[in-house]
C-alpha cells in the first residue's frame, strides 16, 4: 500500500497536489482529521487534569482550522509543513527547525500526523524521532506527550517493521504508550515522555516478516 501512496501522489502531480487533496480532507465535513482522535484522547480522566497552560506543536499541519487549534486545548498551537498552503501556517522544515534554548521555547505536545511515512529514509526517520524528544517540554514542567499517525501498512504488512518494533524504539527514546487506535487505514498512538533516552540499544534494518506482498517501511536507530 506504501508504494501505492507514492504512486498515487505521483499521479496526482506530486505532493503539493497531494497535499491540496489532504487539506480539503481534514474538514469535519469528510471526517479526515486526525487530531480528532487526540482531542478524544486528550479529554478523558488520564490527560484532563494536566491541560492547564499546555502548548502544541504540529508538524505537516494541513489546515489551521483542524481539531487542535478549535477545541480550546491549547493557549498556542505553532504549525510547520513543508510545503504551507496558509498564511497561518509556517513553512519550515522540522530537521532544520532552530532546537530550543530553554524550556520556554518546549512544547506540552508534539503532533506527527501522516509525516514520517513521507521521510525518505529508515535512518531520516529515527533521527526525527531523536529530533522531537529536544522539542518537548520536561514531564517536570507538566505534559510531555506525542501523538503519532502512520498508515496502518507501516506496522501492518512491512517486511521490516511492525507495532512492537515502534514501541521499542520509542521505549528506548522514553516514551510511555498511553493510548493506540487502529482504523482501516491508518494507525493512531498517543505517548508521554520520561525526560530521557535510554542507551545502548541500536535497531538496525532486519526482516521480520517475509513475504513478497510485504512493503518495505522501517524506522532505524544506530
Known sequence: MLGQIDAEIKERGGIEAYQSASTQGQTSKRGGDSSKKLVEWLQSDTYKEKLENVNALEIGCLSPRNFISTCG???DVTRIDLNSQDALIMKQDFMERPLPQDESEKFNLISCSLVINFVPSPKERGEMLIRMTKFLKSPKNG???LFMVLPLPCVANSRYFD???FLAI????GFHQTFYYEANKVAYWLFDWN???NSGTKFP?????SGSSKNNFCITIS
Open 195 to 197: 525526560g530521557k533516552r
Open 73 to 75: 486545548i491549547f493557549t
Open 205 to 209: 534494518k532486519k526482516e521480520l516478516h
Open 163 to 165: 507495532n512492537d518494533r
Open 143 to 145: 505534559m510531555s506527550t
Open 170 to 173: 520509542m521505549k528506548y527514546l
